[in-house]
């Protein structure tokens, strides 16, 4: 079983749409990133948390340390919000990143 | 000013011929990592470094080698390139404390 686990794996959406993607894991943390990576292009840290909730203009990172399980919402979803989301752990000395294997967020206008 | 930039962006290699990648960055942070992305695989930890001339291998370290000897330059050299490391490959970096994670780039490597 995979260290940190992200559903679902692909998200089509209409564009306005809520979105919520999941993450659980099964590890001791630091703190977790939400990622993002546009098709081709590199990848962009949007929140890194480590209790409770942050906020960035329409996304919104969650997170439940006793649960160990994190979630990154969009609200009104639109076609540029269209990339792969990554949830990463930070973990050990050496603040290393055991990460999802991502979410493929699709929004058609 | 990037803050962490990677050279070369694009490389295609011939099956065993030593390739070095470079990562620099300007933030003097103290921790600097080298990743590769694989279909099917994600992201992955090669080799990472804590410092100067500190370094420590990550979970796909076979085939790899690397080396820091300024704050702002941690190298990655495939000594003797295989097939099996087609990939792209993200530097990081982050500091002590509650710093947030910045990626390069990348590298996409192609090896022949």
């Known amino acids: 079983k995979n260290e940190v686990e992200q559903s679902p794996q692909n998200l089509t959406a209409q564009e306005g749409e809520f979105i919520t993607i999941n993450c659980s894991y099964s590890?001791?943390?630091?703190?977790l990133h939400w990622l993002q990576q546009h098709p081709g292009g590199g990848i962009v840290s949007l929140f890194m948390?480590?209790?409770g909730k942050k906020k960035h203009g329409r996304l919104i990172a969650t997170i439940n340390i006793q649960e160990k399980h994190s979630s990154l919402h969009i609200t009104a979803s639109h076609p540029r919000d269209s990339a792969v989301y990554i949830c990463?752990?930070?973990?050990?000395?050496?603040?290393?990143?055991?990460f999802g294997g991502g979410t493929r967020l699709m929004v058609k206008p | 000013d990037a803050g962490i930039t990677q050279s070369p962006r694009h490389k295609v290699t011939e099956t065993g011929t030593p390739v070095t990648l470079r990562c620099h960055q300007t933030?003097?942070?103290?921790?600097m990592y080298w990743y590769r992305q694989d279909p099917g695989h994600g992201l992955r930890l090669i080799h990472y470094?804590?410092?100067?001339?500190?370094?420590d291998k990550g979970e796909v370290s076979d085939g790899y080698s690397v080396s820091r000897s300024k704050t702002e330059d941690f190298l990655l050299t495939l000594e003797s390139a295989t097939s099996s490391q087609t990939s792209v490959y993200f530097c990081?970096?982050?500091?002590?404390?509650?710093?947030?994670?910045?990626f390069g780039s990348g590298t996409r490597l192609t090896v022949v």
């Open positions: 933030e003097n942070h103290r921790y």
């Open positions: 948390l480590s209790s």
């Open positions: 470094s804590y410092g100067v001339k500190d370094t």
């Open positions: 590890v001791g943390i630091s703190a």
């Open positions: 990081a970096i982050t500091g002590e404390g509650f710093y947030g994670y910045t």
């Open positions: 990463a752990v930070r973990r050990g000395a050496g603040n290393m990143l055991t």
